[in-house]
């Protein structure tokens, strides 16, 4: 069980970017995913969620911006992010919720230049 994001890089606010999370294994389409991300001096915030309906959940501030999403065919999940902001800036993980324990991938660095 591996997750893998990409996509991550330096943007200008305003700017967009979509993350990606590449999963090995057959556990993707049986899992909850969801995003996270951690920014320095401050805790990791869950982001958004998809379960394997398609319902998903998204923090209040990126509510508008951001839209999580699956394709489970080919075992990726990823976050569209849209209309940036400085404080969006972090390390974003992805995550199999319903693995016990749950798994998680390496991050990617996402900075958002104001």
């Known amino acids: 069980v591996q997750l893998v994001e990409s996509g991550g890089g330096l943007v200008q606010a305003g700017g967009s970017l979509r993350l990606s999370c590449a999963a090995s294994?057959?556990?993707?389409?049986?899992?909850?995913m969801a995003w996270y991300r951690h920014a320095p001096g401050k805790g990791r915030l869950l982001v958004a969620t998809?379960?394997?309906?398609?319902?998903?959940f998204y923090v209040d501030s990126v509510k508008g911006r951001f839209a999580i999403s699956r394709h489970n065919a080919n075992n990726t999940l990823y976050l569209q992010m849209n209309s940036l902001k400085p404080e969006d800036t972090a390390m974003y993980y992805c995550?199999?919720?319903?693995?016990?324990?749950?798994?998680w991938g390496q991050g990617t660095q996402v900075t958002v230049s104001s």
């Open positions: 995550a199999a919720l319903s693995e016990v324990p749950p798994r």
């Open positions: 294994g057959r556990f993707f389409s049986r899992n909850t």
């Open positions: 998809i379960r394997t309906d398609g319902t998903t």
